[in-house]
């Protein structure tokens, strides 16, 4: 029907360029469908010599025809005089071979339209596009497009003629593919790349350079960040365990702050992964490893007052003893920042009310508390231990209220007076010397 209208129609060349509010013109919208008879019997009334239309994104007819994955007018408009350039980009920097690429949706067609793009101009798989300097690989990766990533890492790992081995698989922040695949969990992704080893003819660097910083799909990004930290970030068990397999232990590969992968799913709080990792004996999860900071995996977790996080790595080993740089605890920290669920359950491990742990500046939890200005943490602490001595001093010889007035915090100066009352007249001298009226106001009644 869609022929016979247009077979008796006198077309022209103006209305073969007419654009609607896009700049999309027929010949556009032509190439997205399924077959390449309405677009062969438009181009017949183009002249040969005819400027290739372009829409308002500086997108061609190929551009389309890719990204509906019609190899029938795909086909078509390669055989055309124009001699349309396969590897054109628009206003974005996208390639044809990108957006057939990014499509999620694989199909037979759009496979071939891949595997012809890349057979004609390998080097197009190393091309950058604007949006974060992404190749054709990450796009792939991001989309899920298994089919496509498997032809376009056979011409990359292939080492072909023109194909680009000099970074093209890094985008702007120095990611590579595998560093999407193990943030959005494509755990078969990750697989594809483990298994075609990157950029490299030899297969035996896989495991020697995995995580080296020049290698191709095992670098870290311009955070000094590698895949396996995203894939825990991530939280997908599959996608961590397909890294591990092909690398060292996962305490090896270490951020700028000296964490593990595991120390990021502690703090990202990715409890099915927390608990997964720990269940897994083959990983091996160093119960004393130490941060840049000298935390613990449990000092992190008490960090972010996750109390099912802090059970799970107490019960599997972890010391809610152990120090940091300053000497503070797990419960130190919790303190610090108000997690009243961690502190219980930190305060319950130490067989109830009794002793604090003191830092090495002799500062119990409930100092930290203070100093963090959480008023309802010590509130909380100081009902649920009402024989606390808040008279006791640190080894700078100042009490929880010095901390508090300290903080400039008036909640906290509150419930201590409340409790305890003054402790001694230096700390209504400290009071004066923070230039809180209303701090010192609060002390004087």
Same mark, same amino acid.
């Given at each position: ?33 399924? =077959? ?6 438009? !181009? ?80 197009? &798989? ?19 497009? !298994?089919? $496509? ?15 680009? =081995? ?5 985008? +702007? ?65 599959? =996608? ?102 961690? !502190? ?28 963090? %200005?959480? $008023? ?14 808040? $008279? ?18 008036? $909640?906290?100066?509150? &419930?201590? &007076? ?8 230096? &700390? ?6 923070? %230039? +809180? ?9």
């Amino acid at each position: 029907m869609v022929l016979k209208t247009i077979d008796t129609m006198d077309i022209q060349n103006s209305s073969l360029h007419s654009r609607d509010n896009h700049s999309v013109t027929p010949i556009h919208l032509a190439s997205k469908l399924p =077959t390449s008879r309405v677009l062969k019997l438009l !181009l017949q009334h183009l002249p040969t010599d005819c400027n290739t239309p372009l829409d308002f994104d500086g997108r061609s007819p190929l551009h389309y025809s890719a990204e509906a994955g019609s190899i029938a007018c795909f086909h078509t408009l390669l055989s055309l005089p124009w001699h349309l350039p396969i590897d054109q980009r628009d206003k974005n920097g996208m390639t044809p071979l990108m957006y057939a690429v990014a499509e999620s949706l694989s199909t037979p067609e759009r496979d071939e339209i891949v595997r012809l793009l890349v057979t004609k101009k390998p080097i197009s &798989v190393g091309m950058r596009c604007r949006m974060r300097g992404m190749s054709a690989v990450h796009l792939a990766v991001l989309a899920n497009n !298994l089919s $496509a990533l498997g032809i376009l890492l056979g011409v990359a790992g292939g080492g072909g003629e023109g194909c680009d =081995t000099t970074g093209g698989y890094y985008d +702007s922040e120095q990611r590579t593919p595998l560093h999407y695949a193990a943030l959005h969990g494509r755990a078969e992704a990750v697989e594809l790349l483990m298994r075609h080893g990157g950029l490299t003819n030899d297969a035996r660097s896989l495991l020697i350079l995995a995580w080296n910083v020049d290698f191709k799909f095992f670098s870290r990004d311009s955070h000094n960040v590698p895949p396996a930290h995203y894939a825990a970030q991530g939280g997908d068990f599959d =996608t961590l365990m397909a890294i591990a397999r092909h690398g060292r232990p996962l305490d090896s590969p270490l951020d700028d702050d000296r964490r593990t992968p595991f120390m990021w799913a502690v703090v990202f709080q990715r409890m099915e992964l927390v608990g997964r990792m720990l269940a897994e004996r083959s990983l091996w999860i160093n119960r004393l490893q130490r941060d840049g900071h000298h935390y613990t995996a449990l000092h992190l977790a008490a960090l972010t007052g996750n109390r099912d996080i802090c059970r799970a790595l107490i019960e599997e080993g972890f010391s809610p003893l152990e120090r940091d740089l300053y000497e503070a605890t797990p419960e130190h920290l919790a303190a610090g920042q108000g997690h009243y669920d961690a !502190l219980v359950y930190f305060a319950y491990k130490r067989a109830g009310p009794g002793q604090l742990p003191l830092d090495e500046a002799g500062r119990s939890p409930l100092g930290y508390a203070c100093l963090g %200005g959480q $008023a309802y943490a010590v509130e909380t602490m100081l009902q649920g231990q009402p024989s606390l001595d808040l $008279a006791q001093v640190d080894s700078t010889g100042r009490s929880v209220l010095h901390c508090a007035v300290m903080a400039e915090s008036l $909640a906290c100066v509150e &419930v201590l &007076v409340k409790v305890g009352g003054l402790m001694c007249w230096k &700390v209504v001298r400290t009071g004066f010397s923070t %230039g +809180s009226t209303q701090l010192s106001r609060t002390l004087r009644e």
